[in-house]
C-alpha cells in the first residue's frame, strides 16, 4: 500500500504532516497465574517490546500504511522533527515524504 500521494511535497514543507506511531510489538503486562496482579508484584511479567515504527500522515487521518489490525497513535508531532533511535520509519513513507535522518552508527 501507498500513502496518499498527493501534494507530498507542500505538506512536508508546510509542517501539516506529522507522525504516526505503529505499535507494531506491544507491551503487555501479564500475570503468571491469570489471577489480578499481587500486592508485591510477585505474579506480574512482560510481554513484547512496545517497539513502534513511524509513519507520515495527517493529524486526522491514520496512514493507509499501517495495518488496519495494528494500534497506532500520534502526538502531532512534525514528520520532519527527529525521532528516537529506537523508532524507525516506515519505508513507504519514507519513500513518498523525504526528512533528513541522523543514521546511527550501527545503521545498514
Ligand atoms: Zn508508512
Redesign the pocket.
Known amino acids: 500500500?501507498k500513502?496518499d500521494d498527493e501534494g507530498q511535497t507542500s505538506l512536508v514543507e508546510s509542517g501539516c504532516l506529522i507522525t504516526?506511531f505503529?505499535v507494531v510489538d506491544p507491551f503487555v503486562a501479564r500475570t503468571r497465574d491469570d489471577e489480578p496482579i499481587h500486592d508485591d508484584y510477585s505474579n506480574l511479567y512482560f510481554e513484547g517490546t512496545g517497539r513502534m515504527?513511524?509513519?507520515?500522515?495527517e493529524l486526522a487521518r491514520r496512514?493507509?500504511?499501517?495495518p488496519a489490525e495494528s494500534q497506532a497513535l500520534t502526538g502531532g508531532d512534525s514528520w520532519a522533527k527527529p525521532l528516537p533511535p529506537a523508532i524507525v520509519?516506515?519505508?513507504?513513507?519514507?519513500a513518498?515524504y523525504p526528512v533528513v535522518q541522523i543514521l546511527e552508527p550501527f545503521s545498514s
Not at 515504527?53 to 500522515?57: P, S, W
Not at 496512514?63 to 499501517?66: A, K, N, R, T, W
Request: aromatic share 4%; proline share 10%.
Open positions: 500500500m500513502p504516526w505503529e515504527r513511524a509513519h507520515a500522515g496512514p493507509g500504511c499501517i520509519r516506515c519505508e513507504v513513507c519514507l513518498a
